[in-house]
């Protein structure tokens, strides 16, 4: 099953496309594509734990497909981030 899910993921890409313009096509490297069939259920999957790692100073809060977090503490905040692999 894991095998399955990584090649349905890889060789995503997007594009945006407003009134008469187009963009690039992009390669997605990183979340579920848009509008796929299982991207629910694998954000949901990758979300269900996110705030039982959260270190303790930080708060989080959900909704839908949106995460924030905030902290007093900027420096720990982008540790904590850092840790999580979310910043490049």
């Known amino acids: 099953m894991f095998k399955w899910t990584e090649q349905y993921l890889q060789n995503c890409n997007a594009r945006v496309r407003t009134q008469n313009f187009k963009s690039r096509t992009q390669n997605m490297k990183h979340g579920?594509?848009?509008?796929?069939?299982?991207?629910?259920?694998?954000?949901?999957?990758?979300?269900?734990?996110?705030?039982?790692?959260?270190?303790?100073?930080?708060?989080?809060?959900?909704?839908?497909?949106?995460?924030?977090?905030?902290?007093?503490?900027?420096?720990?905040?982008h540790r904590g981030a850092y840790n999580w692999h979310w910043m490049p």
């Open 32 to 77: 579920v594509p848009q509008g796929g069939i299982l991207s629910p259920t694998l954000f949901s999957m990758f979300m269900n734990d996110i705030q039982t790692i959260i270190p303790k100073g930080v708060y989080g809060a959900m909704y839908a497909d949106d995460m924030a977090m905030g902290n007093r503490n900027t420096l720990e905040l």
